[in-house]
């Protein structure tokens, strides 16, 4: 199994951190940037048309949560069964960059700030 380093590249288009994610670690999915199979995703599809590297950069939604991309049905019930804060992690990469948001979560090992 892999372990838990601070890579800016392991950032996901919405904020989580698959560096520390357990499916990453076994070497069982490349991760969000790379993950090709990921087509349904709406952020990455719409961060890959943007050439943005998360949605901390858009300029289009200040404030991620108005967003209907990112701040959708599907993402509510994920934020709560994994009491994941994807918008706290948008914030963190706006506050400390990516690598700073990197190097945090793999302080904390977690993918994603709790709630």
């Given at each position: 199994?892999?372990?838990?380093?601070?890579?800016?590249a392991l950032?996901?288009?919405?904020?989580?951190?698959?560096?520390?994610?357990?499916?990453?670690?076994?070497?069982?999915?490349?991760?969000?940037?790379?993950?090709?199979?990921?087509?349904?995703?709406?952020?990455?599809?719409?961060?890959?048309?943007?050439?943005?590297?998360?949605?901390?950069?858009?300029?289009?939604?200040?404030?991620?949560?108005?967003?209907?991309?990112?701040?959708?049905?599907?993402?509510?019930?994920?934020?709560?069964?994994?009491?994941?804060?994807?918008?706290?992690?948008?914030?963190?990469?706006?506050?400390?960059?990516?690598?700073?948001?990197?190097?945090?979560?793999?302080?904390?090992?977690?993918?994603?700030?709790?709630?």
């Amino acid at each position: 199994m892999k372990s838990i380093t601070a890579d800016p590249a392991l950032v996901a288009y919405c904020g989580l951190y698959c560096g520390a994610c357990g499916k990453y670690l076994r070497d069982k999915c490349p991760g969000c940037h790379d993950n090709t199979k990921a087509s349904w995703c709406a952020v990455r599809s719409c961060n890959i048309e943007r050439h943005t590297t998360s949605c901390a950069e858009c300029v289009e939604y200040p404030d991620v949560m108005n967003c209907k991309k990112f701040n959708n049905i599907f993402a509510k019930l994920f934020g709560i069964v994994f009491r994941s804060d994807r918008a706290a992690c948008i914030s963190q990469i706006k506050t400390l960059g990516v690598q700073g948001h990197a190097t945090e979560m793999t302080r904390l090992g977690r993918q994603s700030i709790k709630r």
